[in-house]
């Protein structure tokens, strides 16, 4: 499920690592995903 939410964030703001830098959303969607799948293992 959180793997799935990171691919549909990736889809919709682009595989751009400049892009990921500046954007506060993009970033806190995968990294909250991140969060919770360390969490869970």
Do not use: W
């Not at 964030?9 to 959303?25: H, L, P, Q």
């Amino acid at each position: 499920m959180y793997c799935e939410d990171i691919m549909k964030s990736v889809k919709r703001f682009g595989n751009d690592k400049a892009v990921f830098d500046v954007d506060n959303d993009y970033r806190n969607s995968v990294c909250m995903s991140l969060l919770q799948i360390g969490e869970l293992t």
